[in-house]
């Protein structure tokens, strides 16, 4: 049963906050929508947007400042927690940047946490399909975008499911989680010590591996604290290159890793999502 947190007129539509008992997850999960004013009268297509480290499905719709474009763009925005909670996991929440609020859009393998750290299914299958059925989505046009962990889910789910986004783009991502320790400490965890799959996650790793999509969109900030240790877009940039992925990847001089970064250029973002989805 989906049930509606709370909801709150914003820019002509409509600001969503949800939770149902996911089948996929075995636990409650919470997920925000942004309808905007045009699904009204139609179905309108769908932006997933993936958060990054400790944020939850609030993040993004409070932070951004995207719902203005949104509904001048006539774009549904849907974001999600970041991992399972309350998991009863004994080290759960021992670590920031691993577990609760960390789930890296993967589905583990390893004990405990394989059974329920599934967020790549929870995303492309069963959140998709709640938005399909409960709210006007259009879905055969969606796209995915996020921010540092979640640009790095944006990416490789991308990536693995073609099929299922038009558009991608991404905020200062996690491009190459093999080489990071964010990443190693995640794969090392939930993935287990086989590197074979760690690369089934990884950006860089699946477009040297032939994975493709049209087109790809990242902004980084020269100021992102986390850029030299744990982003590294170079690895992308040399991936992109080598394969012939189409890729635009802008660094942006002064700009860090906080949501003022994403404020500033999350219109550009959505009217290339707008442009890719409408046309």
């Known amino acids: 049963m989906l049930e509606t947190r709370n909801q709150h007129a914003c820019f002509g539509g409509i600001q969503g906050f949800y939770q ?3 089948a996929i997850i075995g636990l409650p999960m919470r997920f925000s929508v942004y309808q905007p004013p045009q699904a009204k009268d139609h179905a309108v297509p769908v932006l997933f947007f993936l958060a990054g480290l400790t944020c939850t499905e ?10 203005r474009y949104a509904a001048e ?16 996991i004994a080290e759960e929440t021992d670590h920031w940047d691993f577990g609760a609020g960390a789930g890296f859009y993967l589905d583990a393998t390893t004990e405990p946490w394989c059974k329920f750290y599934r967020m790549e299914s929870y995303v492309t299958e069963e959140l998709r399909d709640i938005i399909i059925q409960h709210f006007p989505a259009d879905e055969n046009r969606m796209g995915i975008f996020g921010h540092s962990m979640g640009g790095h ?6 990536l693995r499911y073609p099929e299922l986004y038009r558009s991608i783009s991404a905020f200062a991502p996690i491009c190459a989680p093999m080489r990071c320790p964010w990443g ?3 794969f090392r965890n939930y993935l287990g010590e086989n ?4 690369q089934l996650y990884d950006a860089a790793a699946l477009i040297k591996d032939g994975r493709k999509v049209p087109d790809l969109l990242v902004d980084q900030g020269l100021n992102d604290q986390f850029m030299t240790e744990q982003l590294h877009p170079h690895h992308l940039e040399n991936a992109c290159a080598a394969v012939g992925q189409k890729l635009t990847l802008r660094y942006h001089q002064d700009y860090d890793h906080s949501y003022y970064f994403i404020s500033t250029f999350i219109g550009e973002h959505l009217k290339y999502h707008r442009d890719a989805l409408i046309g």
């Open 20 to 22: 149902h008992p996911s």
């Open 58 to 67: 609030e993040t993004f719709m409070i932070k951004a400042g995207a719902q």
């Open 73 to 88: 763009y006539g774009l549904m925005l849907v974001s999600m927690d970041t991992s399972p909670r309350q998991t009863g």
């Open 153 to 158: 889910g944006a990416l490789t789910l991308a």
């Open 184 to 186: 190693q400490k995640a």
């Open 195 to 198: 590197q074979e799959n760690w």
